[in-house]
C-alpha cells in the first residue's frame, strides 16, 4: 500500500515517539549514490545514512550474502560457537594492531562497552580504583545514559536525563593544559574522536594526539578511540588512528562495519582484554551470524576494491572543489575541514536555509552545529558527483544575503 508524503507524516504522528527531527522527504528506494523519493525524484546522497552505507545502497553482492547466510542460521545467541564470527573477528583484526574483539549492535553500545571495559580492566585486573573516563568538548560518544554523558555536549541532548551518571569529566578541544589539570588519581581512560563528526568535523592535531599518548603511559591510563563515524575506510585508512601512528589500547567501530546492518565492536589489546570474563558483558544479538557474514563481505570490498585509497582520493578532490567555492564566497565560507570523506564547509551563518536550499536542488547532506555542512556520502561517490554538489552550493550562496549586526 503506498501513501503519500502527507499520509506518511499523519501516521507517523500518530504511531511513534516523538524523537526525529526529520527531513521533509520520505523515500520509497536507494541505490548507490542515490536516494529516491515517493515520487521517484532522485537526489545525490552525501550522507550515506549518516557514514553508514559506505559501500552504497543497495548492493547485490551484500543482499546475496545476507540471503545465503539467513538460509542457513540467523541467530541462535551467543552462547553458541559461530563460524561467521570467528571470520569476521579474524578478518576484522587483520586490519589493525588490536588482539581481541567484542562484538554488539550499535555505536553507542560498542563505546558503552569500551568504558565498561577499561573500568574492570584497571579495577580487577590492575587492581587500582579507577574509573573517570576524560572525554573532550563537543564530542559525541551516544545516547546511552554512559556515553550521552561522556559526550561533550550540553542542551536538549541531555536535558531532562539528569542525574547523569557519575565518573566522566570533560575538558576544552586539543587543549593539553585542561587535559593535564584533569587527570587525577581516578583518571580511568582518555576518550577520544580523531575527527569529530557531529561536533562540526574537527580533525585532532597530530601533535596533540601524539601528547594524549604519552600522558597516558606517563599516568597509567588507558586511551580510548571512538571510530564510530571514522572508520571502516571512511578517513583514507582503515582506521582514522592509523593516520596518526597510534596503537590505542581500545577502539570502537559501528555504523559503516556492516554496511546498513546493526553491528558494533569494541577492539582492543590482549592485556586490557583481561578485563572481561564471562558474565562481566554480553549482548544478545552481537555478531549474530547474518550480520557477521555480510560484514566480512563488508571489509573484502574494502580491501579489493580499495575503499580506502578512493575515499583519500575523493576527499582531497572535495577539498580542492570546496576551496574554490570559499575563494569566490570568502564572507559566506569560514573554513573547510576533514579527514578524507568525513569532509565539513563551515558558514558564517546559521546554515539551515543553505541546506534546506541543497536539499530542494536534490542534494542530501547533513548540518551539524547549526553552520556546518557535514559530507559523509557512500566512499563510492564521482567526481562528478562532487563537482555537482560544490556547483549547486555556488549557486545557492551566490544568492545568499549576509544580514549585519
Known sequence: MSCTFDEIVKKENALLCHTYGRYPLALSKAK?????????????????????????????????????????????????????????????????????VFFCNSGAEANEGAIKLARKYLRTVKNEDRYEIITLERSFHGRTLSTLTATGQTGPIKDGFSPLPEGFITVPFANMNALRGAIGSHTAAIMLEMVQG?????????????????LCKENGILLIVDEVQTGVCRTGRMWAHQHYNITPDIFTSAKALANGLPMG??????????????????????????VSAVASKVLDIMLEEKMAERAWEMGTFAAEEAQKIQAKHPDKIAGTRGLGLLFGIELTFPGAEVWKALLDQKMVCNLTQG???????????????????????DGILQSVTIQSA
Open 198 to 214: 557531529e561536533g562540526g568535523v574537527r580533525p585532532l592535531p597530530a601533535d596533540y594526539v601524539n601528547e594524549v599518548v604519552q
Open 265 to 290: 565492536a569494541v577492539l582492543c589489546t590482549d592485556e586490557v582484554a583481561k578485563g572481561f570474563t564471562p558474565g562481566s558483558h554480553a549482548t544478545t544479538f552481537g555478531g549474530g551470524a547474518v
Open 371 to 393: 553552520n556546518i555542512l557535514r559530507l559523509v556520502p557512500p566512499l563510492t561517490i564521482t567526481k562528478d558527483d562532487i563537482r555537482a554538489f560544490m556547483d549547486v552550493l
Open 32 to 100: 548507490d549514490c542515490r536516494l529516491y523519493d515517493l515520487d521517484g525524484n532522485e537526489y545525490r546522497d552525501f550522507l550515506a545514512g549518516i557514514a553508514v552505507c559506505s559501500l552504497g545502497h543497495s548492493r547485490e553482492d551484500l543482499a546475496e550474502v545476507m540471503a545465503e547466510q539467513a538460509k542457513k542460521m540467523v541467530h541462535v545467541s551467543n552462547l553458541f560457537y559461530q563460524e561467521p564470527q570467528l571470520e569476521l573477528a579474524e578478518k576484522l583484526l587483520g586490519t589493525c594492531a588490536a588482539d581481541k
